[in-house]
């Protein structure tokens, strides 16, 4: 995984790549529209939304060499919607 130093979402963004960036910008504001209850963090070198209170990760995003990555960092989520992301490229927790 390429793992960022950027201190904050805006930050992370203007860094990626220019042919990444529209792609970037627009996850980045459907994750900001439909994750109500979440806020926007920086975790692990990547952007993250977690909900309030225990503060544990639930989606994040990351530049990689060939692709975007999209976690779903919680495995009953992945578990639900499993039948509907089974024809997509999928590591353990992610979608490429």
Same mark, same amino acid.
Do not use: W
């Given at each position: 995984?390429?793992?960022?130093?950027?201190?904050?979402?805006?930050?992370? !963004?203007?860094?990626?790549?220019?042919?990444?960036?529209?792609?970037?910008?627009?996850?980045?504001?459907?994750?900001?529209?439909?994750?109500?209850?979440?806020?926007?963090?920086?975790?692990?070198?990547?952007?993250?939304?977690?909900?309030?209170?225990?503060?544990?990760?639930?989606?994040?995003?990351?530049?990689?060499?060939?692709?975007?990555?999209?976690? !779903?960092?919680?495995?009953?989520?992945?578990?639900?919607?499993?039948?509907?992301?089974?024809?997509?490229?999928?590591?353990?927790?992610?979608?490429?």
């Amino acid at each position: 995984m390429v793992r960022s130093s950027a201190g904050n979402v805006d930050q992370y !963004l203007a860094e990626a790549p220019e042919s990444r960036r529209e792609a970037f910008t627009a996850l980045r504001a459907l994750c900001r529209e439909e994750l109500t209850g979440f806020r926007e963090v920086m975790a692990y070198g990547m952007p993250a939304y977690e909900r309030e209170g225990p503060g544990t990760g639930e989606i994040a995003f990351a530049d990689q060499k060939q692709y975007i990555s999209f976690y !779903l960092l919680r495995t009953d989520v992945r578990d639900a919607f499993a039948d509907r992301l089974a024809p997509h490229d999928m590591g353990k927790g992610c979608l490429r």
